[in-house]
């Protein structure tokens, strides 16, 4: 036994096909959170963690999922890389647990019996096992291991069953020499296909001596509702009609929380202004923090939602098939069919969409999804969304029962999707000229979502979203309200009065501050925005919206907050405490005129959909295409066209009679 | 008056310091110097589109 008080160190990798449980099976063992989906290719970058087995501690690697080790991608390529030990930061494995899915055996097969020909030792760890055992399917244990001539164990992370005998098999086999149970037939005649015949004849006895599948159900119920929702009609129609379903329930059911939010930051705010002397402090903790950051936190409600659904799509395997119609589409334009994945996980975030492309071989492939996953609708772009429908569409409907809101919502994620599509295909004939591989996309079974799995995901969003309102939206909100509130101006009471009521008066030389509006209108975020104001004015955009869309290029929620300081830093005081809703609704130029209108507000969330405005997204562009060209174009060609198509809804609204 | 003043400049301050360290994480990100992502596996070879 050494210092750490185990007798000895291991690393142990997980290997397996995508989608076989490799995540959940290592969150398992290890008792760490990384995400899981039901759909190939969660797992990119390999992961880590400890587990303790009899004693021993081992260092657990999840690596990402892979049909095969002949390194044509790159996920492929790192797993290679570790398992021969070819990596300098990472030990060569001691032993692999091999995970298999049960329900697509022969497949997952193949790449044990390349794991084999490594010479580490392996164990095969049997998941899906109650999916397969559903479907009146038998398989023999005993038998398996036998032929394989290696430790075979049915686990199931969400029950723990076989994981402690996993960890006695892992145990036994380290310090082995596997015995590779066929022969490698590479002669001149069948060339280095003979390696691939000889190990998928090998499979295919396995499978007919170990596994019994029952033919009773000629047609599974699997089968036949993929038939409807794959349908290239019919699938489309339910996947509209799912979307609009969950984004109706959104805002029906945030609806209550996000008042009492928006009540208790307005409390709390009002709680401050009492508490403290009025003055500059006062002022920063409710006008810019409370403000700021509760303007934001109060669509946690919608967040938890969004993922609540997500989630449920996903781990059902409905997202999987909401893909390959999609899938058809994109290989229409010429988008790689890998490429669906990157897209769908860029609704939540760009970046884990951006770094999931790295499953795609091709390089040019691979660089034209990550130039249009920021087009794909994230959850920083639902609070602006949010806020605008809440504002100037809230209890509309369509045909008497579909939600206007739920439909305007639908609208930007089609748009968002659509203009991907476009760019997509102009890039795939242009600067990224190649053509699409072939592709077959698997498609999982369905299974009842785990609860575990969706919580996970939901508090793991809203713990990003909440560390994010604490730290960056803080941050922000801080200068922001600074940029607002300073330089302080201070005039004589005279010349207040002929700016005011235009009459002279001069005998009075006091000096008092200006009203809180015109302060604004003079701070150094007032001058920025009446600055760009001529650049915006033809969106109908004003200057404080201007001011909120420069602050909204660090991160897209921002427009919110600054919104919510805008107009709670130039209210007078002699004006009501209104929410932002209310206060956006009221909002003048200084001509009178609502500064917004339902045209304005479709604009700006036209803008939004296809701007970048992510500082974190560039970054991340940089780093996985090594080049400071293409985050530059991105952020060029999104935004020109994010300007135009604001431009043109502006314009087009106006010309055919909307306000 | 003038401690409430010293308490908000601070607190600027420290959020304009805090995002000074923000911005010079994303920098370092940005860096050239930087290889791709971690574990990408393209060896710094993002400039040229061999396929």
């Known amino acids: ?255 209550l929380p996000m008042d009492l939010l928006e009540k208790g930051f307005g409390a709390l705010g009002d709680l401050v202004r009492t508490s403290l002397p009025p003055g500059i402090l006062a002022d920063l903790l409710a006008d810019g923090i409370i403000a700021g950051v509760g303007g934001v936190v109060v669509f946690l409600p919608q967040i938890l939602l969004l993922f609540l659904f ?117 890039l795939k004939r242009t600067v990224l000229k190649a053509p699409p591989p072939p592709f077959l996309m698997e498609l999982p079974p369905y299974r009842l979502p785990s609860l575990r799995t969706v919580l996970l995901n939901m508090m793991t969003r809203a713990w990003l979203f909440l560390k994010r309102a604490g730290t960056v939206i803080l941050a922000i909100s801080i200068i922001l309200w600074a940029l607002m509130y300073f330089p302080r101006q201070e005039v004589s009471s005279s010349e207040f009065r002929v700016s005011s009521s235009d009459q002279l008066e001069t005998t009075n030389k006091k000096l008092e501050p200006l009203p809180e509006a015109e302060q604004l209108k003079h701070s150094f975020a007032g001058r920025l925005g009446h600055a760009i104001e001529p650049v915006i004015e033809p969106l109908g955009f004003d200057w404080k919206i201007g001011v909120a869309l420069i602050a909204s290029f660090a991160a897209r929620e921002v427009l919110v907050s600054t919104l919510s300081i805008i107009y709670n830093v130039g209210k007078d005081e002699t004006e009501e405490s209104e929410t932002l809703i209310a206060a956006v609704r009221d909002a003048k130029t200084d001509d009178g005129r609502p500064v917004w209108t339902p045209l304005t507000a479709l604009t700006l969330m036209v803008f939004f959909a296809l701007a970048m405005q992510c500082m974190s997204t560039l970054a991340v562009v940089r780093r996985e295409t090594n080049s400071w060209g293409w985050p530059l174009f991105m952020l060029a060609y999104m935004t020109g066209l994010a300007y135009i198509a604001a431009l043109l809804t502006y314009q087009g609204g106006k010309a055919i009679g909307f306000q | 008056m003038m401690i409430q003043t010293v308490i908000v400049v601070a607190i600027i301050l420290a959020a304009t310091v805090y995002s000074v360290f923000l911005l010079a994480r994303k920098r370092r990100a940005f860096s050239a110097k930087t290889d791709c992502g971690n574990d990408c596996g393209c060896n710094g070879a993002g400039k040229n589109l061999t396929s």
């Not at chain 1, 880590?48 to 690596?63: P, S």
């Not at chain 1, 647990?97 to 390349?114: M, P």
């Not at chain 1, 203009?419 to 102009?426: E, R």
């Open chain 1, 1 to 255: 036994m050494n210092d750490t008080g185990f007798e000895r160190h291991f690393t142990i990798a997980l290997a397996g096909n995508p989608n076989a449980g490799k995540t959940t099976l290592f969150n398992s063992l290890t008792g760490l959170k990384q995400k899981t989906a039901n759909y190939p290719g969660v797992t990119v970058e390999r992961k880590t963690g400890a587990w303790t087995l009899n004693g021993n501690l081992a260092k657990l690697i999840d690596l990402p999922g892979l049909y095969s080790l002949d390194a044509t991608s790159l996920d492929e390529q790192i797993a290679r890389d570790v398992i021969t030990g070819d990596r300098s930061d990472v030990e060569k494995p001691d032993a692999i647990i091999a995970v298999v899915d049960a329900t697509n055996l022969e497949r997952n097969l193949y790449l044990v019996t390349q794991l084999f020909e490594f010479g580490i030792p392996v164990v095969v760890a049997l998941t899906m096992i109650d999916v397969f055992e559903k479907q009146k399917h038998e398989i023999d244990i005993e038998m398996l291991a036998a032929l394989l001539k290696t430790p075979v164990v049915a686990v199931n992370s969400k029950t723990n069953r076989g994981i402690d005998e996993l960890a006695e098999k892992v145990n036994e086999v380290i310090g082995t020499t596997p015995v590779v149970p066929y022969t490698l037939e590479e002669t001149s005649e069948n060339g280095a296909h003979g390696k691939i015949f000889a190990r998928y004849k090998y499979i295919s006895h396995v499978v007919q001596e170990s596994v019994w599948h029952s033919d009773h159900e000629k047609h599974r119920l699997s089968e036949k509702i993929d038939r409807v929702l794959t349908h290239r009609f019919f699938g489309l129609v339910i996947l509209v009609a799912i979307l609009l379903v969950v984004f109706q329930t959104i805002f029906s059911w945030a609806s």
């Open chain 1, 310 to 426: 997500i989630s449920l799509l996903e781990d059902s395997g409905y997202m999987a098939r909401a893909a390959f119609l999609l899938d058809k589409l994109m290989s229409r334009v010429g988008l790689h069919g890998k490429a669906f994945l990157p897209l769908i996980s860029s609704f939540a975030c760009a970046i884990p969409g951006i770094m999931a492309t790295r499953t795609i071989e091709s390089r040019r492939d691979r660089f034209a999804t990550i130039l249009i996953a920021p087009f794909m609708s994230c959850s920083a772009r639902l609070p602006v969304y949010t806020l605008m429908i809440a504002t100037f569409f809230a209890g509309q409907t369509v045909l008497g029962f579909i939600s206007l809101g739920a439909l305007l919502m639908l609208a930007m994620y089609a748009l968002g999707i659509a203009v991907a599509v476009i760019v997509a295909f102009i």
